[in-house]
């Protein structure tokens, strides 16, 4: 007889993502219970039980026990395997950068690199966006000395909500372990690159947008590039709309990213009259507010904006056992329920210094020094 499995329990069904990367990685079983028995609707997403299904796909021996509800939750982690060729599709609840970040942190370190095609949503306003992903996340990554041979976010064709249609091509190298890093110079703002995009409407769209975020920029330096990516046919997808992402890299060579994407929202498209249809925000709109929201991010400080701060917390957290020390603008709640989860599962805590001269954060950790088992299987 096998002993029985002792599982860490949970309440809630806040930070699910983190968690069940850090069960994965920390090879912690986990109960949680208590997901949205209060709802009209109790349980768990379809969004939560796509990335189950995908941890499942990229994991050998991984145990996944959902109760009759759905409000209960048994995760028993397995060896993270990797592979090439793998497919999932995302559903369209949520958008596909919904499920990178947990996918990425998981992939670093299988026991095989992984390539992975994943379909739904590209772009939408809730989460980053795969433009984002591309041009922000992964050079955060090879900071932390994942090589960037083998690390691409190759989009096919673009999604937008309700219907998505999109798809990506997602490759992770395998890393043994993460360096630590000492990351303080926020660096000044040098360019500002971005993306703009659109999916079954005209492309005067993105001119318009395009057109009004370089208003606002050129005032204030020169070297603006915003490139359209106009989608047609197969390759837009299923629903019409259009967004941007934008991205200003400073001296010190940090990223800081911001994007929006406007289309219907579930339900709206299929109304019978036409002029029911709620008007969409204006491109010219789109396009001053997200610059204003850049201009917003780069004057909070530190060397990532507040959505990867997360991510870079968790990257610190994992590194080699030495001491890492970031400068992040004002904590995020996502930054802070962040550092709760790395203490419950790592037990790594970190030292939080305010620095009332640039309004800024300094966090220092020791790393927990995880190192790569998995490709030491046969």
Known sequence: MGKKTSYKRLKGSQSLRQRLVLSTLASTPVLIDDIRSDDTMPGLRPHEISLLRLLERICDDCV????????ELEYKPGIVMGGRNLVHDCGVSRSIGYFLEPLILVALFAKKPISIRLRGITNDPKDPSVDTFRSTTLPLLKR?????????????????????????????????????????????????????????????FENSMIHAARGIFN????????????????????????????VAETTSGCFISVDTAVSYARGEVDEIEYDEKRELMP????????????????AKGGVVDSTHQGLLFLLCALSEPDVSKVRVGKLSPYGIETLRNIFDFLDIRFDIMPDPSTGTVILRCVGCGYKNLSRKLS
């Open 64 to 71: 996944v026990e959902i109760n009759e509800t759905g409000t």
């Open 144 to 204: 932390f000395g994942v090589p960037s041979e083998g690390l691409e976010l190759k989009i096919e064709s673009r999604g937008s909500p309700p219907d998505g249609g999109g798809e990506v091509i997602l490759t992770i190298p395998i890393v043994d372990r993460l360096m630590a890093v000492r990351w303080l110079d926020e660096g000044m703002v040098k360019r500002i690159r971005g993306v703009s995009f659109s999916t079954r409407v005209s492309s005067q």
């Open 219 to 246: 005032r204030l330096l020169p070297d603006v590039h915003i490139f359209t990516d106009h989608r047609a046919g197969p390759q837009a997808g299923k629903s019409p709309g259009y967004g941007i992402s934008l």
């Open 283 to 298: 491109p010219d709109n789109v396009g001053e507010q997200i610059a204003s929201r850049l201009l917003e991010e780069i």
